[in-house]
């Protein structure tokens, strides 16, 4: 499986982002899926998973409804729509994905996920 991330940028705070991550070698009804993030000094953290059907969704509190993770089966892609964007949530995100998981769950733990994609810069200025 190959992860490709893109839609990074730089946006004020209160601004719109949409990252996307496109999946290859496999559709993403066979992956379950994940985005992360990596601040600056900080350690990679959660932020929101979708399962292989699709049905299950698990967000990180701090999204607290201002991010959806979405997916597009025929674009073989999962979105990662961010509003509301604030300085603290400046990172590298990053996609994740793994094929070995159940149908129905959603999964947190970065160790839950065999691949990954390189990283989109958001950097949200005050």
């Known amino acids: 499986v190959q992860l490709q991330a893109s839609g990074g940028g730089l946006v004020q705070a209160g601004g719109s982002l949409r990252l996307s991550c496109a999946a290859s070698?496999?559709?993403?009804?066979?992956?379950?899926m994940a985005w992360f993030r990596r601040a600056p000094g900080n350690e990679r953290e959660f932020v929101s998973a979708?399962?292989?059907?699709?049905?299950?969704?698990l967000n990180a509190d701090f999204v607290k409804g201002r991010f959806t993770i979405s997916r597009d089966i025929a674009l073989n892609t999962i979105y990662l729509q961010m509003n509301d964007l604030k300085p603290e949530d400046t990172a590298v995100y990053y996609c994740a994905a793994d094929q070995n998981r159940v149908n129905h769950a959603a999964y947190s733990r970065s160790v839950d996920y065999e691949y990954w994609g390189q990283g989109t810069q958001v950097t949200v200025s005050s």
């Open positions: 070698r496999r559709p993403v009804t066979d992956l379950a």
């Open positions: 979708i399962s292989r059907s699709g049905g299950y969704i």
